[in-house]
């Protein structure tokens, strides 16, 4: 059995090609075959990841087919180093409460065609020409892109629009402690012109927010499908950690904010 699951092993064909065509000769390496062979090894593992990457890709329907939590938001369903897989699907088949508007919401601030109502500091519902809309707790959790941070996002569907002019998304953060409004709650936006042109420069925001406007299919990657806890730990630690250690003198603020850090 051992040597049959042998063949499963990628590396067991780079192997297979330096004994033929770079044969150790006498019982140690050359300096040069040791330095070769690592490199060969290092390059070899980058192009199978990338392989790997791009066959789940091409299986689940998306660009982003696994993805790695970085922050707390979304506690206590997922934590930061989980990695999670995801299945592209088309927008209208996505699970969550259905608002249907006439409008044209396409780059329009969430303030300009609905409300929302809190209780307790909590968001309760929100309102979309005079019908009031609660979130579904079995939502679909999406990933999509901010195009305000620049980063991708993993949070729950808080309300889905059947918009005059396609599909939109509200989304928001399950922890309770951090998330207690949805991710495209900017308070009033006011747009920001160049001088003497109608070319807009930027938005001024009343408050912080996670995206300027509700998501479009083309935003979101896709839905959750599979979790594998802790396995991304080491990504978190050097490429969000180490360099907020090095840069900020202090860890990431999503690591002190929620006090269920999990393993990572």
């Known amino acids: ?144 892109n901010s195009r305000l941070l620049g980063e991708q996002i993993i949070h729950r569907i808080f309300l889905k629009i059947k918009a005059n002019d396609g599909y939109y998304f509200l989304t928001k953060g399950d922890n309770k402690k951090t998330n207690k409004t949805f991710d495209q709650d900017c308070g009033k936006v006011t747009v920001k012109y160049s001088p003497g042109t109608d070319i807009v420069e930027g938005y001024v925001l009343e408050k912080p927010c996670i995206d300027l406007f509700p998501e479009t299919s083309k935003e979101i990657q896709g839905r959750t499908i599979f979790r594998i806890p802790a396995v991304g730990c080491v990504k978190v630690w050097f490429f969000d950690d180490l360099p907020s250690l090095i840069f900020r003198h202090k860890m990431p603020d999503s690591y002190y904010s929620s006090g269920n850090w999990g393993i990572c």
């Open 1 to 144: 059995m051992k040597q049959k699951l042998k063949w499963l092993d990628p590396f067991t064909y780079v192997d297979l090609a330096l004994d033929k065509y770079w044969p150790v000769k006498g019982k140690e390496k050359t300096l040069a075959q040791e330095i070769g062979y690592n490199v060969i090894y290092v390059v070899s593992a980058f192009a199978f990841a990338f392989i790997i990457y791009q066959a789940f890709a091409f299986a689940l329907s998306t660009s982003s087919p696994i993805v790695i939590v970085v922050s707390e938001s979304m506690e206590p369903v997922f934590y930061r180093g989980d990695v999670m897989f995801v299945q592209g699907i088309p927008a209208e088949n996505l699970a969550g409460t259905l608002a249907v508007t006439s409008q044209n919401l396409f780059e329009m601030p969430f303030s300009e065609f609905a409300s929302a109502s809190y209780s307790g500091g909590e968001l309760q519902s929100i309102e979309i020409d005079g019908k009031s809309y609660a979130q579904d707790p079995d939502s679909d959790i999406i990933v999509y």
